[in-house]
């Protein structure tokens, strides 16, 4: 009997202002779930049974300057934690893997290319990209400018780099339900490396899709904090079969 390799859910926790928030389309005016605490929501994935956790600094995305206090406090509560939000230098990278990240996530530190071969060979499978997409384009600085880069181009020079993994996030679904963007993900995964898939993520068959399409993994924020599925269902499609 085949097997299917383990397709990782992660529960996202986005913080802006010291609260749990959803955005749409990463736009900071254009809040969409209200999540109080962000320590009681990790708290909350973890007894749901999160193997992961997805932590967003929009803070530290918008300024560059991420909270490192954060990453601590969402660290202690059990589940290793995947956290990203303006972290633009080997530094902060360093420090935040002291501080009880998993794993750190650079996006528009990622453009330059001795950072990016440096990130690797220092932090290994503890570093990975971002890559954040607007309309073909990597976007950058909290998706507030757009990079003269395509996606499919940072992932080839991801692979170049030694980066062991990326995230795919197709920034105007973000936050909206619309669904996954399929073609966008086919293009990152045709350079070879595994990618986690983020954005419109509405329905437990979009997780499955993701499943298919060969993605490693999913962030879902939305879907999950109103209600179109739960943690539990969406940990199921995720089970090796």
Do not use: N
Request: hydrophobic share 45%; charged share 25%.
């Amino acid at each position: 009997m085949l097997t299917r390799k383990a397709f990782t859910v992660y529960p996202a926790i986005d913080v802006l202002d010291r609260r749990v928030v959803r955005l749409s389309e990463g736009r900071r005016e254009a809040v969409t779930v209200e999540g109080g605490d962000p320590v009681a929501a990790a708290e909350r994935f973890a007894a749901e049974g999160a193997a992961w956790l997805h932590l967003v600094d929009l803070d530290g995305a918008f300024s560059g300057d991420p909270d490192l206090g954060l990453v601590s406090r969402i660290a202690s509560v059990g589940p290793p934690v995947q956290v990203g939000g303006g972290y633009r230098g080997l530094d902060s990278v360093h420090d935040a893997l002291e501080g009880g990240a998993a794993r750190v996530l650079v996006g528009t530190a990622a453009l330059d290319e001795e950072f990016l071969s440096a990130a690797a060979a220092r932090f290994d499978d503890s570093v990975a990209v971002a890559i954040d997409a607007r309309h073909g384009t990597v976007t950058v600085h909290g998706w507030t400018r757009s990079a003269e880069l395509t996606p499919a181009e940072l992932a080839r020079r991801c692979t170049a780099a030694g980066i062991r993994r990326v995230l795919v996030t197709s920034a105007q679904r973000d936050g909206t339900l619309s669904g996954p963007d399929v073609p966008l993900l086919e293009s990152v995964l045709a350079a070879g490396l595994p990618v986690i898939a983020a954005g419109g993520i509405a329905a437990l068959d979009d997780l499955r899709v993701l499943r298919e399409l060969g993605c490693e993994g999913a962030v879902t924020g939305s879907a999950i904090w109103l209600d179109r599925f739960t943690l539990a269902e969406a940990l199921e499609v995720g089970h090796v079969q």
